[in-house]
């Protein structure tokens, strides 16, 4: 999910100057009722050479007091470290109760590098990740707060920085070989970073990607994410010892819109011809029906997940889908609020009922993920839960693909104003007009809150065994061949 | 450890009633409470075929209002049940919120089969535990108790019962050529238990094993596992609902004495003639000298931590331990109680400080240990905390072995009478009489409560990569002839 990340997100003058107001009115307060609840705090910076992780870790510290915290700068191992398991130098560093530790570099650092430069295999890499998990955690349950930041910027931006500073003659050193070397191998270095960091994304440790090419953007994004878990740390606190209601939630939530990114890079303007159109379809569905019964044939289970703004035509796709499938072979599961005694049990219980026998499709028309995307914005669950629903859905998606599973996650995408045209045209057509209903108008008030709850599922949920695509859906003809396009390549790849 | 567990543990029936009448009396009262909270319960009962599983839970589910559980025998899965995921059939069958489901046999069928028969190699075996943990844990965060029980009884057992069955024509039908297996492949099936329950032995829902020969203490061990689940469970809603003080105590917890098992059957009469001892201890001293030297050239470091009771010897043991080694290759770390800075870090931080580099030996006397015995016997800490931290102990020497560290734990073992000898000898001896405090005498009067704690740390930090050795210690001798052995054979086998 990171090549979809919206990196060049700016923000101008003004804004910023009010996020940094907010920040430091925010952070000295904090760091102080922090102290006196004797909560440790940790703080990873991660990312690429010439990111800016340097000058970010300056603005998070300069309003703080300085005897409150201490920077690490994380080189290679040295020496006895050498001779010690990796993250013993960690564990050695950690900070007391009541003060912060700063990390510029970390424990990731190793992976990162270990798998972009294939020093590290399979085995080694997954064995680094479940120590880091181990380690993160045990600090955690324990009241440490670890905040993890990595600051990303592009191949491109890269290259100008490094360009700029060797033109210098006062910063060329900072550009070393090895800096080349990581912007050569660039596409590599950031599969490494996308696999540790899916492997390591938890609820008690949870990782925020900074778009980095703006530095207002970078730095008010970085406020964002450290105010956010503070505050988050302190509402538990006081939950803990109650004096807070198990039901508030941080104030920062609602405070700053910063997550969206992904969706707001995707291309709406692409379309097909309609004959075009009608051509592909002929043939891939041709192909789907064949590809329908070899599955059958080779009893490996499929499973479709649909996901999308509220009139972006999931139903037609999915119809363009199933149209010439034998209907022995494959359902439609029409997913909507669970019932009184669905409720009764854990939300994921009703889609395990539902989940295909081997040799057949299976094709939710919305899903499980409704736990991060209606219940969230709707609060129809706590924060807890939502939280902790990403590594569940992880999870559970993973059970499947063990068994041999084919999963594929589409998301529907149009934008605000075709959303209105189409609520618009249905109302005023006589047949469709039932699909259009109070909640579509109210869903649709809260599209900014949709977005950034989208927006962190395609990022969180995004795995190898299960991945997501968007699909533009302004031009449903578009929209149509790609999901029956991607659906086949899947199949096909698995035969 | 499951070899060292006492399986003759009788109960008389006197005292056996007693026990019945408090499951009883308290069963029926938690049964309301938990559908008045809403909490599911999942009981699992996993044993050797003929160990007693399902009078067992006929006297489980007897005193039980027959409207609230539900009981699920599991057999080999059938039909629709082998073309979907192993855990789709247990997903569909969880209880609705409220309700009780007790599972003959479950979820851990499959994979203690697999193991066994050799149908599942280490990485299927590895995939299949971490789904039932991913499980198991969704299922807890949703407010879920899991109680897991495994019924124990030795081989021998369980031959005499086939033949008692199959000796009356009512019964002989009952005993199958498949039962007949197990009994010849105990021992790989044992291991296969062993196996599956480390792997899966979490905090949120940890095995107890239940001694299954005499059906009265089976029975008892039984009211006392599900008694204490519950009332822990009912005590963290109403925590979570601010009734309760955080730190209070469900009460069953030293209601009944139902643990300790491992230490009574340890045979302390074992000796060495001293002439025997001085030759062994020569010949072990000149090759563990040796062997230090190998370690250091060939980078391999070496953690050997020391547990046991006041006065048992560890002193000297540890003494006879280093005699001929070289000062420059190891470290004797004396641990006390923390200190204040020390408390200020999470637990293992001081520990982790000590750990040897490569080519070198660190000798704990006394160790993390102490977290799960006596600072959760003294209430150092709470329950939560002593509780989370078998897990986190056995994930520490997990990183540690992953490095390549040698890791030994002994445990040296005396009864209370050979200490109380000990601390009359040394009361007398001017020279030794600083050595007893009244913290020894008091520690003494909590001989039981300790039992059960080291019992219990036995048996869930016992791992292939971290050992522990109980050492017979009323005979110095033996016990350091026996540490120096299994220090020898442990890095011997490493070269």
């Not at 120590?131 to 931006?157: A, M, W």
């Not at 990403?390 to 993973?398: A, G, R, W």
Request: glycine share 4%; hydrophobic share 35%; with cysteine.
């Amino acid at each position: 999910m990171f090549e979809k990340i919206e990196l060049d997100k700016h923000m101008p003058k003004a804004e910023y100057k009010k996020a940094k107001k907010t920040f430091e009115s925010q952070i000295g307060k904090l760091q102080r009722k922090l102290k006196e609840e004797n909560i440790p705090i940790i703080i990873v910076f991660e990312g690429w050479d010439a990111a800016g992780k340097g000058s970010l870790i300056n603005q998070l510290i300069l309003p703080m007091d300085p005897r409150g915290f201490k920077v690490h700068t994380i080189d290679e191992p040295r020496g006895d470290e050498l001779r010690r398991p990796h993250l013993w130098r960690f564990w050695t560093s950690i900070p007391k109760r009541g003060r912060l530790a700063v990390f510029d570099r970390s424990w990731y650092h190793r992976t990162f590098e270990g798998i972009a430069n294939g020093k590290m295999n399979r085995a080694k890499s997954g064995e680094a990740c479940e120590e880091i998990c181990d380690f993160e955690r045990q600090l955690t349950d324990d009241g440490y707060v670890i905040i993890k930041l990595f600051i990303h910027i592009s191949r491109k931006e890269q290259k100008k920085r490094f360009e700029k500073l060797e033109s210098k003659e006062s910063t060329s050193w900072r550009v070393t070989e090895k800096d080349w070397l990581q912007n050569e191998k660039y596409d590599q270095y950031l599969k490494a970073v996308e696999e540790t960091i899916r492997e390591t994304d938890n609820q008690y440790a949870p990782w925020t990607v900074i778009e980095g090419t703006n530095r207002r953007f970078a730095a008010a994004k970085m406020y964002w994410a450290v105010l956010k878990a503070l505050e988050e740390r302190l509402l538990k606190a006081e939950k803990e010892k109650c004096e807070k209601d198990s039901h508030e939630e941080a104030d920062v939530y609602t405070m700053w819109d910063m997550n969206a990114s992904i969706l707001k890079s995707v291309d709406l303007s692409v379309s097909l011809e309609k004959n075009e159109y009608k051509k592909r379809l002929e043939k891939n569905q041709k192909r789907i029906g064949e590809l329908g019964f070899e599955i059958y044939r080779r009893k490996i289970p499929v499973v479709i997940a649909y996901e999308g703004w509220d009139a972006a035509g999931k139903g037609g796709n999915i119809k363009r889908l199933t149209e010439k499938l034998d209907p022995r072979g494959y359902e439609v599961i029409p997913v909507s609020a669970p019932n009184e005694y669905e409720m009764g049990h854990h939300y994921l219980w009703r889609f395990w009922k539902e989940m295909p026998k081997t040799g057949h499709i299976a094709i939710f028309d919305r899903s499980w993920y409704g736990r991060v995307l209606v219940e969230r914005v709707e609060g129809l669950c706590s924060n807890e839960e939502w939280k902790r629903a990403f590594k569940e859905i992880n999870e559970m998606e993973k059970h499947l693909a063990n068994f041999g599973t084919v999963i594929r996650k589409f998301w529907l995408e149009i934008d605000k104003d075709e959303q209105l045209r189409r609520f618009e045209k249905r109302q005023n057509d006589p047949l469709k007009a039932w699909k259009i209903t109070e909640d579509d108008w109210r869903n649709r008030d809260k599209w900014e809150a949709y977005s950034e709850a989208v927006d962190e599922m395609l990022f969180r949920t995004s795995t190898t065994y299960a991945p997501w695509t968007i699909i533009e859906s302004v031009d449903k003809y578009y929209a149509r061949i790609k999901v029956l396009d991607e659906v086949i390549k899947s199949i096909e790849s698995r035969l």
